[in-house]
């Protein structure tokens, strides 16, 4: 039987938790170092015991085992075979425990590359990440138990959730979202790793947690994009983000690793805002924990909140340990993280830097207060309130205008300080690209004050950084007389962490395009169609060619053909569908979409006559929705060229070069 | 390690973790009306479904709440595109007709819906053995902080809303509420139950 076997290696990891728990501090306080190389092992034991379990569990799926409970409550032999290895993190438990293997995959990754570092760093930050496993560990053995035996044996199960088995994004958007959001575990463990080791003064921890927050970064940054386009595809109203308490779980931590990205610049070169970067490391940790926190107990109403039970109250005492130990260590520390550097000017890219922090935590803040204010509301006057769109768009709207323009001011501006030539030099050529794109804007018919004001941002930023890429082409091409892809290449690995910078910033233009252009012109009309039928929106015509209906392994599927006209003629086919499951009295709206680079033409089976005789069909048409889709793409190969390891330098040292002219054009050596 | 300013610290996070717990004791799925408890908002509604006899109303006839004080009021707010109306409407009907004589009036309320939608529907369902009104405009619905349909509303003797039940009643709740607020209701020399107009 596969389920008491696994349930059995979860249950020998915890002493294996608590042995290396217990013997990492015994170890390095009694100088017993030969003990070190046992800690570290104990995560990896950790890890293959999960990773027994996990695929334990995808064969009880596959098999269809449902003596094991997790698969009797989402398997169904009528599943497809991809939709029965995902839900594998469909429910509560099964996401648990994959929770619980990345969380080991990264701790022995993290251990193995760094094994051989002398100090205690290492050992604590072990010890850090051995102790949140341990907290997983329990969840497994007791309230979130995958495995638990059931008996009588049913036949068959329900299988997923419905939403869960309707699109394939639900096998991309979760495992992102879980490689994101466990990740930020990583630079919190080397936080405390430093703040319990006392090398919490020297950058060390720094230079090791910010290769490892950009690889969260990176997948959490995709997670989220692609819990839009899921949230796109699937749930038929056109929208991609509402706010709901889960998508600000995803992007609360978000906000705070983006800030800390940039602040640790200025703590590596600069000595400045140690005590802020070590907060913001534990922040995200603890908004992670939080946002968990607040799916998976049911505290808050959500869309995406899953069944609570009595888990609720371990993940409670959890927070509080988290939030507890982590004010402890950084109150405690706080003399330890004093600033060494200074500002010399405030036109500097300091300054910039500085004012991003700001607005990045004053953004995060608001959205937290605005996902909390329902619980304090009741808790403070009694009442219940709910607090929607409205709310986040006018708080947050602002600071996203400011963060457009100081991803366009920032990288303009030099380092310590700027003199007003070069201010003039930097800071004037990209007026053109915000004039270009606010005329553009107008002459689009886009009338509301912060669309027109996001575009000229977006405008004035693209060009500042495109043209920080072009400055450093042009001067590769003078100065060694490369061709262009060899310039770029040499540019891009000379300075990964720069240019990757400034790639992501322009996805997230792109991105930030793509939602200012469908928000700002989104066209919308319903119509009750007999077959044959036409219905113009925005400048497209569609016709109804006919309802029909089908069966398919798993689901029964109504849907509408409609043809996309063009001057008479028809240029292609959607076909907007109804899918209905068996365990589930709703159908599921499958909305089909027509993508173009200019937009999207989105069509909703709203309702459908039995007969055939007639479907009602919302057709949404918005401007540039895929350029957000896009700009995620690109804002990912922006954070894997910064995680990139740096090419060895002659002298064998594997930092990255410090890029000293920074006044005017920036020319990186490499070596012949 | 400076201890004091841990301590402090640690404190900070006391307030949130009481929050959080405090919130264990919430559902935040639970929709509450500020009605139950307070006057029933008053209405004036026109009949456009009869009802059978003896429960009938003639079409047009205009039901005012405070015409109905000292006696308790069932009003249920229903649509022909509800599908939840369509299970609670035996029930309703049933229990109102075995009502008749007793100082209880049952009403129905058209929200959002033709009239010949909501008259088709009553005949498709068999009759509806109370009147009902319509609501133009959806005022009465608005005064009654409608959440959806089918809600119905439990009106005592003094005009107060005693009880309100989102989503279809069931056939012995609805009794039991029903007989509560009429042994509530103060005893009348004249024994049997007065209608306001017959």
Known sequence: MIGPFAYDALLI??????????????????????????????????????????????????????????????????????????????????????????????????????????????????????????????????????????????????????????????????????????????????????????????????????????????????????????????????????????????????????????????????????????????????????????????????????TVGVIGYYFLAFIALVLIAALVMVAGNSDRLRTSGRMDSAASRETVFLLNNLFLTAFMFTVLIGTLFPLIAEAIRGVKVSVGAPFFNRMTLPMIVMLLFLMGVGPALPWRSATAAEMRSKLLPPLVGAFLFCVGALVAGARNFYG????????????????????????????????????????????????????????????????????????????????????????????????????????SVIGATVEVLKNGRVVGVIEPRMNYYPTSDQPVPTPQVRSTIGGDLYLTLMSFDPNGAHATIRAIVQPLVSWIWFGGGVIVLGALIGMLPARRRPNGSLSEPDVVPVRGAVVVETAP | MNWKRSLIAAVTAVPVILLFAWGFTRDPGEIPSPLPGHAAPQFSLDVFAPGQPPLSRPVGDTVRLADLRGQVVVLNFWASWCGACREEHTVLSTTARLYTGRPVHFLGVLYNDSLAAGEAWIAEMGGQSYPSMQDPGARTAIDYGLYGVPETFFIDGDGRVAYKQLGPVTGVGLAHIVDSLIAALPPKPAAPATKSRS
């Open chain 1, 13 to 306: 990891a915890l002493p294996i938790l608590v042995l290396g728990i217990v013997l990492a501090p015994v170890a390095v306080r009694t100088g017993r170092r030969e003990w070190i190389p046992v800690v570290y092992s104990t995560l990896y034991t950790n890890f293959l015991l999960v990773s027994t379990a996990t695929v334990a569990m995808i064969v009880a799926l596959v098999t269809h085992d449902f003596s094991v409970s997790y698969v009797a409550q989402v398997g169904s032999r009528a599943t497809p075979l991809f939709y029965t290895v995902i839900s594998l993190w469909g429910a509560l438990e099964g996401s648990i425990l994959f929770w619980a293997w990345v969380l080991a995959l990264y701790g022995s990754v993290v251990v193995w590359l760094n094994r051989n570092r002398p100090g205690n760093l290492i050992p604590y930050t072990a010890l850090a990440l051995l102790a949140v496993s341990l907290f997983f560990g329990i969840l497994l053995v007791g309230p979130a138990n995958p495995f638990h035996p059931v008996f009588p044996i049913p036949a068959d199960g329900p299988g997923p959730n419905p939403l869960l088995q309707n699109h394939i994004l639900m096998g991309v958007h979760p495992p992102l979202l879980y490689l994101g959001y466990v990740g930020m575990t990583v630079p919190f463990a080397f936080a405390v790793g430093a703040m319990l080791s006392g090398e919490v003064a020297r950058d060390e921890w720094i230079k090791l947690s910010h290769r490892w927050t950009l690889v969260s970064w990176g997948f959490l940054s995709a997670a989220i994009i692609a819990g839009m386009w899921w949230s796109y595809e699937v749930l038929g109203w056109g929208g991609y983000w509402a706010w709901d308490p889960v998508e600000n779980a995803s992007f609360l931590p978000w906000l705070t690793a983006t800030a800390y990205l940039h602040s640790m610049v200025l703590q590596e070169r600069r000595g400045m805002l140690r005590l802020w970067n070590v907060n913001l490391v534990v922040g995200t940790f603890v908004l992670t924990v939080l946002g968990t926190f607040l799916t998976r107990s049911g505290i808050i109403s959500s869309v995406h909140a899953f």
């Open chain 1, 452 to 555: 027109v004001v996001a575009f000229t941002f977006v405008g004035y930023a693209a060009v500042a950084n495109l043209r920080e890429y072009w400055i450093g082409l042009r001067a590769r091409r003078n100065a060694h007389g490369e061709g262009w892809a060899t310039a770029l290449y040499r540019l891009i690995r000379g300075n990964q962490r720069r240019y990757g910078g400034y790639l992501a910033h322009l996805g997230l233009l792109i991105a930030a395009l793509g939602v200012a252009g469908s928000s700002s012109f989104r066209r919308e009309r319903e119509m009750t169609m007999k077959p044959g039928d036409t219905l113009t929106v925005a400048g497209q015509t569609i016709r109804l060619k006919g309802v029909w209906g089908r069966e398919e392994v798993q689901r």
